[in-house]
């Protein structure tokens, strides 16, 4: 218990003071003067100015407060390197028990873990978080245990108190660090890029260490190897070699000593994408569904259609002069040997063999899928027959074999379980009000056997409609009717044919 005596002036000091002069000057004319009772008068007076003054007696029974000291542990992943863990657990148990040596103090633990994504070790802003939940006064001491690798020392944060490190490593630590600045999602293939790499040492690196060996390799193909500087931003010019997701990794080997090999590689993916994309159709003759593709591929403007009907086969014969012909001669050479590489769909629409495309050509296009090209069959009555198209060398890479039937009945289309999660038809069946879909018939169907990939839509009797398959590096599809069209003309209400073909083409293209 303590007792303090307190004034609660009833007048201001000032006036009090002014009073306490003017007595003052009293009792001394009064002594000079000789004049009789002046003790008494100047006690009284002096009773009433300590009146004035008025004093207090206060007793308080008080009890100290306990001090706060934070600890921030590092635990992220830099942390894990060679023996810092135990470096930390030691220097974690050393300052444990001096804490709990020192009188009237509570310690509180705060674990800092890596931040998601690509943060870092967040410090300064989970301390900032601590300190919100203390009263700033009690907090006596900041101590951190990491290894100084701190991503976000530039927030402001208001320390109460003073703040130490005890910094865990060894003084000839070094590590080689590879850093990719800038990698774009998206490049036109054809077209270099530029990306921008260093390769630094940091800490103590060994001396006479000016360059360092990077290995890059495209899709786990073989590698290519420089020397780049150390220390310095690299600016590196790279073309896509196709379209579609390219994985390229970069790499720097492990040199003795290291802390870790963890940063010595990046890997980015970047989408290779054409210009323009360029589309061959080919149509055997002329039908109501031909139009329909040819509406859905010029309706894209980033689609360069090359569109060939086959109007005067070549066993037709009706005396006409050559020269009175308005007709040109299909350049299958140019297209299917010299320049088939340009294309990323080739659709066959309605085709058969007729001479046109001799089997030199047609190995040609499977070498062509094979390689990272995508062939489209939109499959007609011709499928069937003894002209197909399947009793060719592009018979390796279709997805399924004709039986040779050819099925004239109405039937609804009707996507599979595997179709409602794959891109090209997820989502394009909504249900009637008994499960079926509000799609209008279909009145023909090639059967087909032994399909190969996915099979994603079902026609007559559940038999396979809409086939996927990948081939080596490439995609084929085979849909195995003529009639998507009846969609677009609204019979029977129709249906999605213009999506469903639109989804088809752009899977096909990647």
Not at 169 to 182: A, P
Not at 303 to 317: A, G, N, S, Y
Not at 386 to 415: G, M, W
Request: charged share 20%.
């Amino acid at each position: 218990m303590t007792q303090t005596i307190l004034f609660d002036p009833l007048l201001p000091w000032p006036v009090l003071a002014g009073l306490a002069a003017l007595v003052l000057a009293s009792i001394v004319l009064a002594i000079w003067r000789r004049l009789p009772g002046w003790g008494l008068r100047g006690l009284a007076a002096l009773c009433l100015l300590g009146a004035l003054t008025g004093p207090l007696s206060q007793s308080e029974d008080r009890a100290p407060l306990s001090d706060i000291v934070l600890v921030a542990v590092d635990n992220s992943a830099s942390q894990q390197l060679s023996d810092r863990q135990a470096q930390m657990a030691e220097a974690r148990a050393g300052l444990q028990r001096q804490l709990n040596a020192r009188p009237n103090t509570e310690t509180r633990w705060i674990t800092v873990e890596d931040s998601p994504g690509d943060g870092g070790t967040t410090l300064m802003q989970r301390l900032s978080q601590a300190l919100a939940d203390e009263p700033q006064g009690r907090v006596a001491g900041i101590i951190a245990l990491s290894d100084g690798q701190v991503h976000d020392t530039e927030q402001p944060i208001d320390l109460p108190a003073p703040m130490h490190l005890l910094m865990t490593g060894r003084e000839g630590d070094w590590d080689r660090r590879l850093i990719l600045r800038n990698a774009p999602a998206f490049a036109i293939i054809g077209e270099p890029i530029t990306l921008t790499l260093r390769i630094e040492d940091q800490g103590t690196p060994p001396p006479d260490q000016r360059q360092a060996p990077l290995e890059i390799s495209i899709d786990g193909g073989p590698p290519q190897r420089f020397n780049l500087p150390l220390g310095v931003d690299f600016d590196l010019p790279l073309t896509l070699p196709h379209g579609g997701r390219n994985v390229i990794r970069f790499a720097t080997p492990e040199i003795p000593g290291e802390l870790t090999d963890r940063n010595n590689a990046a890997l980015v993916q970047i989408n290779g994408v054409r210009d323009r994309l360029r589309v061959l159709l080919v149509s055997g003759e002329p039908h109501a569904g031909g139009r329909t593709w040819r509406n859905l591929l010029k309706s894209d403007s980033s689609v360069d259609l090359v569109h060939f009907t086959i109007l005067r086969p070549p066993e037709k014969q009706d005396g006409v002069p050559v020269d009175e012909l308005s007709l040109i001669a299909f350049p299958t050479r140019e297209l299917f040997l010299e320049k088939i590489d340009d294309f990323d769909l080739i659709i066959f629409d309605r085709y058969k063999r007729r001479g046109i495309l001799p089997a030199i050509y047609l190995d040609n296009v499977a070498n062509y899928v094979e390689q990272g090209g995508a062939v489209l069959i939109a499959a007609g009555p011709d499928f069937a027959s003894a002209d197909s198209i399947y009793r060719s060398p592009l018979a390796r890479v279709l997805p399924a074999a004709p039986t040779a039937r050819v099925l004239e009945q109405a039937y609804r289309p009707k996507v599979t379980e595997l179709g409602h999660r794959h891109p090209v038809t997820a989502g394009l069946e909504p249900p009637g009000q008994e499960g079926e879909p509000h799609w209008g018939s279909w009145l023909r169907q090639i059967e087909v056997a032994a399909p190969q990939g996915h099979v994603l839509m079902q026609g007559v009797e559940t038999r396979p409609l809409l086939v996927l398959n990948r081939v080596a590096a490439g995609r084929v599809a085979l849909l195995a009717s003529d009639h998507a069209w009846l969609w677009s003309r609204g019979y029977q209400g129709g249906g999605p044919q213009l999506e469903l073909l639109r989804r088809l083409a752009h899977w096909m293209m990647k």
